[in-house]
């Protein structure tokens, strides 16, 4: 299979986030570069660096069956030439469950490479629904 | 006082490290590009946007008066011209507190500016000690 190309970041975001609703694995690393510098890290999640661990926890988390539809909103970009970096938030709604989860705080990093733009790290970590002072919160340490 | 200027953007991370461990809210906000579209989400907390959130939540965590010591590892580097990308653990020793929590993971993202590099993304979050797969915690969501 011939492997996609995305001409801007946020086609590779279109992709990644389309893997993500179908649970598909292979379309999910065609949005990842091939790269041993690569970093993942899942809401509550230890961080996973390198190709190979990345695609180790896809495969686990498409495993076990459980189908998403994510809204993505409230995106801030910070672009440049080579490097682009997306902010958004992640409003998942697991089949089956009434209503969306808390959102998600997700930044995404995309490099411009010889075969268009692909994910390079993808860090997500589960937000509080309102937005508030860290100081009002006793989960925060910094 | 003359603002600081990092010729590079591990200049930019040691200072932003040392403005957190000294909780100096001047020396923490020199390292922050002055731009609407900076982006900082503390451990557990919401994302915060823009120049005037980021400093606000610095300005209430560091009133609190709580000492750090952090030690930083296992740095993954994605330079680009314009724009780094850190990833590291940050191992973080509370005053008056035996041993250190758990890691934060945390993407730490730099501007090359006309006046040096500066930080425009900071996302952290807890992550478990020890690095498991995703599936093995109840706590993903994917």
Redesign the interface.
Known sequence: MKKSTFPTPQDAEAAFYEA?EAGELEAMMEVWAEDE?I?C?????????GYDQVR??WA??F??GQR?KVHVS?Q???S????A?H?V?EN?L?QGEPRS?PP??A?N?Y?RTGNGWRM??H??????Q??????E?P????
Do not use: C, D
């Open positions: 993500l510098e970093v890290v899942h809401p509550g999640g230890a961080r996973l660096a180790e926890s686990q988390i495993a076990s998403l409230n801030v970009v910070l440049g030439m080579m490097l970096v902010s938030h998942i697991v989860r998600v705080a930044t990093v490099l390079i790290l860090h997500g970590s589960p937000a509080p309102t937005p508030r002072a860290p100081a919160s989960k925060i340490l910094h």
